[in-house]
Structures are given as C-alpha cells and as structure tokens.
C-alpha cells in the first residue's frame, strides 16, 4: 500500500501569513496515464471534506488562487500564500493513482 | 448542484449487518465511479470501497473485503453499501464521495 506521509501535523498562523503543507508517498503516484492522482481536501470543524486541488496542481473552479498545488512524483506540497479565517480545518492529500486508495494523516491549521 | 445524500446509518450490534444507500443528483449517475470513504471519530480517512460507472467491476482494501459489498442501481441514481459481519472497529461516519464530491456522511456505529 501506499503510504502517505503529511508533515506537520498542525500549523498556528494569523490571518495573512502563509502556510505551506507537504505530502510524501511511499512510491511514485505517476501513474500509467501520464497523469498524477494526487488531491488536497480540507475538513473544517464538524463538516464533510471540501476539494481543493486535484492531480497535483489543479485547483477546483470555486477555490481561491491563494491556494496552489506542486510537486511530482513522491513529493508534493499545498501551499496558501496568505490564510484567511475560513481556511482553518484539516487538510489531507490523498492518492487516487493506486489501490487501495489512501490518504495522508491530515495537517490541522488553526488560526492565531 | 452535485448532491450526494447518504442514510442508513445507526446503531448496529458486533455479526450484524447494515445496508448504506447513497442518493445521487445533479449529474448523469451512470457516467461515473462512485466511491465509499470512512472516518473513524476523531480519526483520519479511509477509503472503503470502489464502484465503476457500469457497476461491472468492484474494488475493497483488505480491511472490509469480503464483509462489505458496493453496489449500485443507475436507474435509480443510487449507489449502496453492504456491510456484513460488522466489527467495533467499523464505527465512523460513512461518506458517499463521487471524484472530488462528497456527502455529508452518515454515521455507523457498532456496539452491544
């Protein structure tokens, strides 16, 4: 199985900072498309999971472009470039290239 | 709008069975993969369980395969889980995902 591996677990930043999320797998989500099954979503408090990014760096139509995708291969990272109040929540990224499908441990983002 | 509307769910004794359903509107059912999440309380996510958009092939992690059953009816628009022989350890909110859609979930929750 693919393990998915999130670091840090939580992040504490005020309003306008940036914040930076990093995902590692176990083995390359390159897969035999071409195409790179990579995904973030965030969970905010008592809510189902929302999308944001998939194959790495596409972000879904209704996601702010303060958020952004990157990475390849084994090794990807979300970024905000400057967080908002309505940010905060858990983010995971998640793999969709290989069964089983699998998703990291999740990174929890406060605000200060 | 996608919507995923989950029910089902509820308190179940440990070798009891429960069956999810799943209904779907706002896009054409039968053209897509459907997909079954988990989230354990206060834990992480896990994938459950896999469906093509014919209904013609399936896909389990080890951990549910051979208790569980994804199924579904496209005339219907509606997709379905099977869970056989239920464990303490299957307790969790269960989510009808479709790529990068999610429902609100429903909760199961196993226990004498």
């Known amino acids: 199985d693919v393990v998915m591996t999130q670091t840090p677990v939580s992040l504490s930043l005020a309003i306008g900072q940036p914040a930076s999320i990093s995902c590692k797998s176990s083995?390359?989500?390159?897969?035999?498309?071409?195409?790179?099954?990579l995904n973030w979503i965030l969970q905010r408090p008592g809510q189902s999971p929302k999308r944001l990014i998939y194959q790495v760096s596409k972000l879904y139509s209704e996601v702010p472009d303060r958020f952004s995708g990157s990475g390849s291969e084994t090794e990807f990272t979300l970024k905000i470039s400057r967080v908002e109040a309505e940010d905060l929540g858990v983010y995971y990224c998640?793999?969709?290239?290989?069964?089983?499908?699998?998703f990291g441990s999740g990174t929890k983002l406060e605000i200060k | 709008e996608v919507q995923l509307v989950e029910s089902g769910g509820g308190l179940v004794q440990p070798g009891r069975s429960l069956k999810l359903s799943c209904v779907a509107s706002g896009f054409t059912f039968n053209n897509y993969w459907m997909t079954w999440i988990r989230q354990a309380p206060g834990k992480g996510l896990e994938w459950v369980a896999s469906?093509?958009?014919?209904?013609?092939?399936?896909y389990y992690p080890d951990s549910v395969k051979g208790r569980f059953t994804i199924s579904r009816d496209n005339a219907k628009s509606t997709l379905y889980l099977q869970m056989n022989s239920l464990r303490s350890e299957d307790t969790a909110t269960y989510y009808c995902?479709?790529?990068?859609?999610w429902g609100q979930g429903v909760m199961v929750t196993v226990s004498s």
């Open positions: 083995q390359s989500l390159l897969g035999t498309s071409g195409k790179t099954f």
């Open positions: 995902t479709r790529d990068a859609f």
């Open positions: 469906i093509t958009n014919t209904g013609g092939s399936t």
């Open positions: 998640w793999q969709g290239t290989h069964f089983p499908l699998t």
